[in-house]
């Protein structure tokens, strides 16, 4: 692993060091995306390799961006609750719940360079996911 | 992840990636549920179907992307297999649209990457969250039975031009008897049709004599109004539907009735010619009158003929169509029309041969008569 590199500062050798052991910690660590999917997918990719500690490191990289993805849409859609509140109090009560929407959504994946256009058509009102009853997961 | 038109391209593959696999779908229900799992840690509590379902296609094609990346960069290094490396230097691609730490270092090492810090970070901040679901290894590959080659069962091949490497023959009797199958499938096929064609004769016939039955009999011929032939002219120009309609004693003049006229007529005729000479010629009259009669009748039978031919057509057209239909198609079915053309033709020859007899047996009545005259001169 280390033979790509020279280590030549004492710097660079932390960072060999954490690298090392953050792959290691990868071993006990299990990301929340499986390992069979992430090894479906790069094997369809045309990725090679018979180590775990690698699929996981893919997996984790997977997570982080799709956490991150979920973060930037959660603070719009908070954004946005803000301002219904501020407009329509009485439906302070119902826009309580945190709701992932193609609104938000698609906001927050344009920051990351995707370019989400979904149909106008679709059915994605704020409203639709109001309905808890039906909603719940 | 490509930036703008990756859009439409995306879709396109991912309708391909289906059309190709098929069985794609539970890799992206697994996907869908792990990135639930993950919103549902950020903070989120539910989420409209289609937002969840876009997150999760762009997280798989975020793994692909890696994947490809990591293996472009293996093979640009000259190597098969991905090590941690290729990796990052895709992760390090895939994030330069939203930038990291060092971005603008070109030498930097990768061990220093920001890309790497922050992945660090993130493994030590964030909650360890297994997978909700136990999942099987998939996709499941069948282990296919290959059929053993010649070599393996130790048999030679049948024919020198087949290599022993090949999968042996079945067995013989499993391909051998399959073309005399065939054969009989086909002869059985075969056999059908002739069965079929010998009852459609045999139908023909039966309907030929049915027809040739009522032909001869009083009901006139069964189909005359086709004019295939030149002869069913003459039946075409007396055409039923374009006839006068006939009235019901016109019809229905009794062969019957009138010898009992004319018998009468005879007899009235002749106490005239008993009156008139010898008993004789009285003899002679009365043995030549029934003759004489069924001639008249004839005569008048003959005109009468004709309009019987018209009338029996009529009963003729309300014939069943399937019949028709079916005797339409065999030139067969002219037999009975044929002979009915030519029954009425002698009919009229008849009548000819009769006059003629009928003004012979006068003639030898008028002789006879005069004769009787000269014998009473005499």
């Excluded at chain 2, 051998?176 to 023909?204: A, H, Y």
């Excluded at chain 2, 007396?238 to 019957?256: C, D, G, I, R, T």
């Excluded at chain 2, 002979?339 to 047996?361: G, L, Q, T």
Aim: proline share 5%.
């Amino acid at each position: 692993m280390n033979h790509n590199h020279q280590q030549s500062s004492d710097g660079r050798h932390d960072d060999d060091a954490a690298l090392t052991d953050f792959l290691a910690s990868l071993m006990d660590y299990t990301p929340t995306i499986p390992d069979e999917l992430v090894e479906h997918y790069l094997a369809k990719s045309g990725f090679q390799c018979p180590d775990v500690r690698l699929i996981r490191l893919v997996a984790v990289a997977t997570q982080k961006f799709v956490s991150e993805v979920a973060n930037d849409a959660l603070v719009q859609c908070k954004a946005r609750q803000a301002a219904v509140v501020k407009d329509k109090r009485e439906k302070q009560q119902k826009d309580k719940r945190l709701i992932l929407t193609m609104e938000d959504l698609s906001k927050a994946l344009r920051e990351h360079g995707v370019n989400v256009k979904h149909q106008e058509y679709f059915a994605d009102s704020p409203s639709t996911g109001m309905d808890p009853a039906s909603r719940d997961e | 992840m490509s930036n703008g038109g990756g859009e439409s391209g995306s879709k396109h593959e991912q309708s391909q990636g289906k059309r190709k696999s098929g069985g794609d779908d539970f890799a992206q229900a697994i996907a869908k549920i792990a990135v639930a799992q993950v919103c549902e840690r950020v903070g989120f509590q539910t989420f409209q179907q289609s937002a969840l379902g876009t997150l999760s296609e762009i997280a798989v094609r975020y793994i692909h992307h890696i994947g490809k990346t990591a293996h472009f960069y293996a093979n640009l290094a000259g190597r098969t297999e991905v090590n941690a490396f290729d990796i990052f230097q895709g992760l390090e691609d895939l994030g330069s649209t939203q930038g990291f730490l060092g971005a603008s270092d070109i030498d930097h090492c990768l061990t220093s990457s920001g890309v790497v810090r922050e992945l660090i970070q993130y493994v030590n901040e964030v909650q360890e969250i297994p997978f909700a679901y136990s999942i099987p290894r998939f996709p499941v590959v069948k282990d296919r039975k290959l059929s053993s080659s010649f070599l393996q069962i130790g048999e030679e091949p049948p024919d020198e031009h087949i290599p022993a490497w090949l999968p042996a023959f079945p067995d013989p009797q499993t391909y051998l008897q399959l073309p005399t199958r065939n054969e009989r499938e086909t002869d059985s096929e075969t056999e059908k049709i002739e069965l079929g064609r010998q009852q459609r004769k045999m139908e023909m016939s039966m309907l030929n004599l049915q027809q040739q039955f009522s032909g001869s009999g009083p009901q006139g011929p069964s189909s005359v109004a086709h004019g295939d032939n030149p002869k069913d002219k003459q039946a075409a120009e007396s055409n039923p539907f374009l006839s006068e309609p006939l009235h019901f004693e016109e019809k229905e003049v009794s062969s019957v009735a009138v010898p009992a006229k004319l018998s009468k007529e005879v007899a009235s005729k002749t106490p005239v010619a008993e009156n008139c000479g010898v008993v004789n010629h009285v003899s002679v009259l009365q043995t030549f009158a029934p003759a004489i009669e069924a001639m008249k009748n004839k005569l008048c039978d003959s005109e009468e003929e004709q309009e019987k031919v018209l009338m029996n057509q009529r009963p003729a057209v309300q014939f069943k169509i399937g019949l028709g239909k079916k005797s339409l198609s065999k030139p067969l079915k002219l037999g009975p029309q044929h002979r009915d053309v030519e029954m009425i033709s002698p009919w009229f020859c008849k009548d000819f041969e009769k006059d003629e007899k009928k003004r012979r047996a006068e003639k030898i009545l008028k002789d006879s008569m005069e004769n009787t005259q000269e014998l009473a001169q005499l």
